[in-house]
């Protein structure tokens, strides 16, 4: 059973940042994509940021694009959001996911992470 663990959430004020970090355990083939999502109180939840768990290209809504990068971390068997620029918006709980592969829906969630922007 894959296992995601997010950690890295908090309070920051408008203009901070906040790197969030997803460790994930058990995922047994490099074809796996990693997702971040967030849900905001009263709104669906909505797609942040995505990338091939062996690494590559990278997938970003169009509403994070230059400000929040996805990344993986090798060695700690990680994947990373930093969120730059933030803004009252981003506030949400971020949540950390994996899918088999593309166009496959994502299967395994992680706990979620509360992040809070502050004007």
């Known amino acids: 059973q894959v296992q995601l663990v997010e950690s890295g959430g908090g309070l920051v004020q408008a203009g901070g940042s906040l790197r969030l970090s997803c460790a994930a355990s058990r995922l047994t083939s490099s074809t796996y994509i990693m997702g971040w999502f967030r849900q905001a109180p009263g709104k669906e939840r909505e797609f942040v940021a995505s990338m091939r768990w062996s690494g590559g290209s990278t997938n970003y809504a169009d509403s994070v694009k230059g400000r929040f990068t996805i990344s993986r971390d090798n060695a700690k068997n990680t994947v990373s959001l930093q969120m730059n620029s933030l803004k009252p918006e981003d506030t949400a709980v971020y949540y950390c996911?994996?899918?088999?592969?593309?166009?496959?829906?994502?299967?395994?969630w992680g706990q979620g992470t509360q992040v809070t922007v502050s004007s």
């Open positions: 996911a994996a899918a088999r592969g593309i166009g496959i829906r994502y299967e395994y």
